[in-house]
């Protein structure tokens, strides 16, 4: 299997880039002290392939690095021999997808406006089961392999290190009776329950708000602790979905994510409003 690059491994590789530059060195240089092909340097530098200890401490002594570079090598190092959360991508998924499934593994944030279903983030198995039998046209592969990818993705809420998520729902979503009254009660059920993890912000945006944002459909916004890991826009679509990178049309999105945030109903409101759309299904 191939290696992936991460962001851990990236930071890295950024790195060994910089001081061989810096150092006027090739990557030939680097190929002939490390006996190995230059593909293989050039890949520690992408952040495909994780150098050995030996490797960095041979690498950093032909860069001549200082005491300060070491050390921040040695800390990147570590950090990109953390093993990242397994995710599961079914054969056939767009590229785009797949990437956004990588950027969320890793991210530390993650803002969701959902106009149309609830968060993949937030489904129970049942629900997702329904999305995706409905959506078949657009799998490549069994539909439940999409939902053991979608599910698997819930693990960051978890992990030791969960992801911090705020989604906003449209009231529809919660209105609307996917597969049935008893998989949308348990779905209902299940929102209530996550909104209770100090990582996780649900809130509900109301009929009666009216029109908001653009009102042309859903978007993620993911994000990082490191300043040197900007924030990017994940917009998803039937059969793909896009990025969009640039940094003023990523603060639009942020913008109008805190301007809805702003007019939707608050946590404990949001709460109780599922909770009655639970009751309602029995």
């Known amino acids: 299997m191939p290696s992936t690059p991460t962001r851990r491994k990236k930071r890295l590789g950024q790195l060994l880039a910089r001081l061989r530059n810096e150092a006027d060195k090739a990557l030939a240089d680097a190929s002939k002290l490390l006996r190995v092909a230059e593909p293989t340097v050039s890949r520690y530098e992408t952040g495909h392939i994780r150098p050995g200890w030996a490797t960095l401490q041979a690498l950093l002594a032909l860069y001549a690095a200082s005491d300060d570079e070491r050390a921040e090598a040695a800390s990147l190092w570590e950090d990109a021999g953390e093993r990242a959360t397994r995710i599961v991508t079914p054969s056939g998924a767009p590229k785009e997808y797949r990437a956004f499934l990588r950027a969320e593994a890793e991210a530390d944030t993650a803002q969701t406006v959902e106009p149309h279903v609830v968060p993949g983030l937030l489904q129970t198995h049942a629900y997702a089961r329904s999305i995706n039998a409905t959506g078949r046209q657009f799998h490549t592969s069994a539909p439940e392999r999409y939902v053991s990818a979608r599910l698997s993705r819930q693990a960051r809420l978890t992990s030791p290190a969960p992801l911090h998520l705020h989604v906003l729902i449209d009231e529809s979503v919660i209105r609307r009776v996917v597969g049935g009254a008893e998989v949308m009660r348990e779905q209902l059920n299940h929102l209530v329950t996550a909104a209770e993890r100090d990582n996780v ?24 602790s490191d300043p040197d890991d900007p924030p990017a826009v994940y917009l998803e679509y039937a059969g793909g979905g896009s990025w969009v990178e640039n940094v003023s049309d990523v603060q639009h999105f942020a913008d109008m994510f805190a301007e809805i945030a702003e007019s939707a109903l608050s946590v404990e409101d949001s709460a109780e409003l599922i909770r009655a759309q639970a009751k309602v299904l029995g």
């Not at 912000?201 to 990082?224: A, K, N, R």
Request: charged content about 5%; glycine content about 20%.
């Open 201 to 224: 912000t649900i809130q509900i945006v109301p009929f009666d708000l009216g029109s908001y944002g653009t009102m042309s459909g859903g978007f993620t916004i993911i994000g990082y």
